[in-house]
């Protein structure tokens, strides 16, 4: 895409971009992307923030849709050279029934491949996820893994094996003729968990311990690691694969990367302390506080309760059996597939990710007051 002649030319859908990931990327692509043109914004739900981007010189245009309505999605696909599609329900928590995160999740990228072939765009970007490799159903750890790393990859939560069914369709779908007979191209990119300004579950932990008194309580052991990483770098991969898709097609086509940085390995609460610490809130224990199998015993009792109150309120708390699973569960990567193949190193370090997050949960804490 760096042909001079296609200067300002290109038009750009980012599904999803509404979303915590999404703004990142629409503001990265506008900041980033000299031969932008029309950026395109699709999501069920439109911020108000889009209008001061309008001002800018590139032409943003929001469309309020569905990507499990077909012709909503044909209509917004039609015409863009790239499509990056972030748009997913992520719901671990059973907020939503599993038909309608496969509906959304897999069906919408369905749509989405779909519109791309009958209208002709040839670039398609997907969001997918660490979660389509592990951690899986048995709990088993996946430790500085790369794109090859053998791990048994069976899920059964709803989330996760939507998006591995969706990404297998995106990734098939590498080299079918579009409209006007040329090939798709089609990359996936699995990040791990995302974390940054705007993270709703940080607002939650965020919250949780300023109602516990500016306390929260280790539930997890300190030596499960996470790999984390920073919604910028996040952000800039998704913008530097769509414009190396077209160059580097043969070699980045139905391919998976995963989506990395330098953030440290660390248990899910004690990442979460970088932020939250700086901000006031202290976590309690140097070991977890209560034992695993009243953890266990919690868990399903969350899930009894949300069944049980399900006529009348949604519960919905953070603890229950899959989250528990996954805390509890090392899964960290180490890899340079995308810096080999598409020159990818992450903008943000380690030290800024952490600053220009922290300063996001003291704003909070200020309009909080
Ligand atoms: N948050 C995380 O840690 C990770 C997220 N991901 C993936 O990244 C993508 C973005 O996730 P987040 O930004 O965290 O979630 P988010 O919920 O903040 O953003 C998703 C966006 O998709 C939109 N959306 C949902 N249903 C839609 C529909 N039917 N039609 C059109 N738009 C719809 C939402 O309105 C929202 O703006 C998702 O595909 C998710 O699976 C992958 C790895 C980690
Ligand atoms: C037991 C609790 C005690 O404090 C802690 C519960 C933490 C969980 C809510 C999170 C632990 C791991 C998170 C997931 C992980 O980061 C990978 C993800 C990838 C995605 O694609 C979507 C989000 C998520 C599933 C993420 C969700 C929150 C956790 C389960």
């Known amino acids: 895409m760096a042909d001079s002649a296609q200067a300002q030319k290109l038009v750009y859908l980012v599904t999803g971009g509404c979303g915590f990931l999404g703004e990142h990327v629409v503001r990265m692509l506008l900041q980033q992307e000299p031969q932008l043109r029309e950026l395109r914004i699709f999501d069920l739900h439109l911020g108000p923030w889009l209008e001061e981007l309008k001002t800018g010189p590139v032409q943003v245009t929001a469309i309020q849709g569905d990507v499990t309505q077909a012709h909503e999605v ?85 989330y996760p094996c939507s998006k591995a069914l969706a990404e297998q369709l995106v990734l098939e779908a590498n080299g079918r003729k579009v409209l006007g007979g040329l090939p798709l191209v089609t990359c996936a990119l699995r990040p791990t968990g995302i974390y940054g300004e705007g993270h709703q579950i940080m607002r939650d932990f965020y919250h949780q311990g300023l109602r516990l008194g500016g306390r929260l309580f280790r539930a997890i052991p300190a030596s499960v690691e996470h790999g984390r990483v920073y919604v910028g770098n996040v952000a800039w991969m998704h913008v530097l694969v769509a414009r190396e898709l077209e160059h580097r097609a043969a070699l980045m086509g139905g ?16 990442f979460n302390m970088e932020f939250l610490g700086p901000c006031g809130l202290r976590l309690v224990g140097t070991r977890p506080l209560l034992p695993y199998w009243l953890l266990v015993f919690l868990a399903a009792l969350n899930v009894l309760l949300q069944w049980l109150l399900r006529p009348l309120l949604l519960y919905a708390p953070l603890l229950n059996p899959y989250t528990l699973a996954m805390a509890n ?38 309009s909080a007051q």
């Open 74 to 158: 044909a209509a917004a696909v039609a015409g863009a050279h790239v499509v990056i599609h972030t748009a997913g329900l992520v719901d671990v928590f059973g907020k939503t029934s599993p038909e309608t995160i496969h509906e959304v999740n897999v069906q919408g990228t369905r749509n989405v491949i779909e519109a791309c072939v009958q209208t002709g765009t040839r670039f398609l970007v997907y969001t997918s996820s660490m979660e389509v490799v592990g951690p899986n159903i048995k709990g088993q750890p996946f430790y500085r893994g790369n794109e090859n790393t053998p791990y048994e990859a069976v899920h059964r939560h709803p």
């Open 255 to 270: 391919q998976v990367y995963f989506c990395y940085d330098n953030s440290p390995y660390k248990s899910y609460e004690d």
């Open 329 to 366: 569960t090392t899964f960290t990567v180490s890899t340079d597939k995308a810096r080999r193949h598409f020159g990818y190193e992450p903008p943000f370090s380690w030290e800024e990710s952490r600053t220009r997050t922290i300063r996001w949960v003291q704003a909070m804490e200020g």
